[in-house]
């Protein structure tokens, strides 16, 4: 039976073809950019693989991929997660995963929605904020930047207490980090496909440039580097991620890893990069397309599918009048389903 894989992408138009037209290459295979309109609550799937790479733009693309998973479709990456994670949840997981991590505070926003009465809608929110404490612990020149997104948006150096405020002043309705500028000696982007392939790129953030080296690292920081990047893409679920480093006095700084969409450009990440991420990316589809994997379901709805260890489980109602009990009325004192 020929497998489905679709592509969801922006407007990225060197990665996308080249994809497609490989994978089509290979027998019992159609990929195609993946069309997506009205979507009914039980729908069939349509594809056994979606590469997603574009629904942290398209909300109705993000939508439609969590109920594709629900249907049986494999997505890369999970939508779900992708949908939960934020980069402050990132840093502090990766701190107790005993990675390198920059000083990192995260701040109240800014402005609110509308309806937001800030005399009566925030009685939880310290105010006014400590600035002195936050800053002597994170110390400057530091990064103000949003607690989710990516790109380098919304990203602001700065110097001082009054560089910050206004940055912090101008942040609008984001919600923020506070973040130790790492003043590197050197600097790596690792591409991270499949969980276990990981690609190490010397990085130029100067110049938003790739570098085409080999043996850039001593093997003790190349190392570090490598599993530091293997451990918090696999702690995060990521099929396709990337991982940035800053390195100083030899320690790896993990300073962007929730990239789920990561730069697959042709002419960003040169040819040489583009050939191997291109080879990995066929190669991981292809192989999640012929093991007819199926999505991960660790969460507590995956227990009441077909198949589930909660499946053919009753409710507290029918419990009670299989044991031969009167259930009697449930609407005036409730029932506990123990």
Not at 304 to 322: D, H, N, V, Y
Request: charged share 20%; with cysteine; hydrophobic share 40%.
């Amino acid at each position: 039976m020929t497998k489905r894989i679709g592509l969801l992408v922006g407007w990225e138009n060197t990665f996308p073809p080249a994809f497609i037209d490989k994978l089509n290459g290979h027998a019992g295979v159609h990929a195609e950019l993946a069309q997506i309109g009205g979507t009914g609550e039980a729908f069939v799937k349509k594809y056994d693989v979606l590469v997603d790479r574009i629904s942290q733009e398209v909300q109705h693309y993000r939508l439609h991929l969590k109920a594709a998973q629900l249907a049986g479709t494999y997505v890369i990456n999970d939508p779900l997660w992708w949908s939960a994670d934020d980069k402050f949840f990132g840093f502090s997981l990766a701190a107790k995963l005993g990675c390198a991590i920059p000083k990192t505070v995260l701040l109240p926003q800014r402005d609110y929605i509308p309806s937001i009465d800030k005399a009566r809608s925030l009685r939880n929110l310290e105010f006014p904020l400590d600035w002195k404490a936050i800053t002597d612990y994170v110390g400057f020149p530091a990064f103000l930047k949003p607690a989710e997104g990516g790109g380098w948006k919304n990203v602001t150096k700065v110097n001082n207490e009054e560089e910050l405020l206004a940055a912090y002043n101008a942040s609008g309705a984001l919600v923020m980090t506070l973040q130790e500028f790492i003043d590197f000696d050197d600097y790596v982007r690792c591409i991270c496909l499949g969980r276990d392939m990981i690609l190490p790129i010397r990085y130029d953030p100067h110049r938003r440039c790739y570098l085409v080296e080999s043996g850039f690292f001593p093997p003790k920081l190349g190392q570090r580097v490598v599993d530091d990047a293997w451990k918090i893409c696999n702690a995060l679920g990521y099929d396709m991620n990337s991982v940035e480093f800053a390195i100083k006095d030899g320690v790896p700084y993990a300073i962007d890893f929730t990239n789920p969409a990561p730069d697959m450009d042709y002419h960003s990440i040169t040819p040489h990069y583009f050939d191997i991420v291109l080879d990995e990316m066929v190669k991981l589809t292809l192989r999640v397309a012929s093991e007819g994997r199926t999505p991960r379901v660790p969460y507590n709805f995956g227990d009441f599918l077909p198949g589930g260890a909660r499946a053919t489980e009753l409710g507290p109602i029918a419990r009670i009048i299989a044991a031969g009990g009167q259930p009697g009325d449930a609407t005036g004192g409730g029932v506990v389903a123990r």
